[in-house]
T-cell receptor
Framework: DTGVSQDPRHKITKRGQNVTFRCDPI?????LYWYRQTLGQGPEFLTY????????KSRLLSDRFSAERPKGSFSTLEIQRTEQGDSAMYLC????????????FGNGTRLTVT | SQQGEEDPQALSIQEGENATMNCSYKTSINNLQWYRQNSGRGLVHLIL?????REKHSGRLRVTLDTSKKSSSLLITASRAADTASYFCAPGSTGANSKLTFGKGITLSVRP
């Protein structure tokens, strides 16, 4: 169990640029989640996958955000035309299938939009 | 899904003291989970208590669940400076595709 890994750990980008983050879940986990967290707040749900199927996407997520999980393995989260309000920690988590299985989180990608 | 509401928002104690943190939720749950987050890191799962359980222990952690009051508490005994972190509860709703959502959490500071 090598844990959930996220890349990069930090990303600084200029407003209007596109960014892509990668998450590698625990290999035997079917479910993969993306959360966003700003300072002083709890993680906010963005989207989740079961295998390669994206089962739910938060209504708060604008069309500039897209996530994929090809072949049900790693996942990418892309933000197009970044805005300063996108600055946050983006957390990925994975879990086994099963009602409310415990989540295993990566250490996140901190995005700063200047 | 539903998020828990943690209380207090912040807690400061001396090393060696016990820390009690509370969580309330609104609708029926399948289980309730507690997580810890150290600064700049991801969340770490601490303990899961099922809806048919009333109390659960793990090392220095003790979790209780009162489904009639829709509340849970997390007790950390003999706290250490390393327990300084944010703590979140996550009620697990019924439904195979439900997801966990998180409140603002509790900031625990343990003074050496």
């Amino acid at each position: 169990d090598t844990g959930v890994s996220q890349d990069p750990r930090h990303k600084i980008t200029k407003r209007g640029q596109n960014v892509t983050f990668r998450c590698d879940p625990i290999s035997e986990h079917n479910r993969l989640y993306w959360y966003r967290q700003t300072l002083g707040q709890g993680p906010e749900f963005l989207t989740y996958f079961q295998n390669e199927a994206q089962l739910e996407k938060s209504r708060l997520l604008s069309d500039r955000f897209s996530a994929e999980r090809p072949k049900g393995s790693f996942s990418t989260l892309e933000i197009q035309r970044t805005e300063q309000g996108d600055s946050a920690m983006y957390l990925c988590a994975s879990s086994a299938t099963g009602i409310n299985s415990p989540l295993h989180f990566g250490n996140g990608t901190r995005l700063t939009v200047t | 899904s539903q998020q828990g509401e943690e209380d207090p928002q912040a807690l400061s104690i001396q090393e060696g003291e016990n820390a009690t943190m509370n969580c309330s939720y609104k609708t029926s749950i399948n289980n309730l989970q507690w997580y810890r987050q150290n600064s700049g890191r991801g969340l770490v799962h601490l303990i899961l208590i099922r809806s048919n359980e009333r109390e659960k222990h793990s090392g220095r952690l003790r979790v209780t669940l009162d489904t009639s009051k829709k509340s849970s508490s997390l007790l950390i005994t003999a706290s250490r400076a390393a327990d300084t972190a944010s703590y979140f509860c996550a009620p697990g709703s019924t439904g195979a595709n439900s997801k966990l959502t998180f409140g603002k959490g509790i900031t625990l500071s343990v003074r050496p």
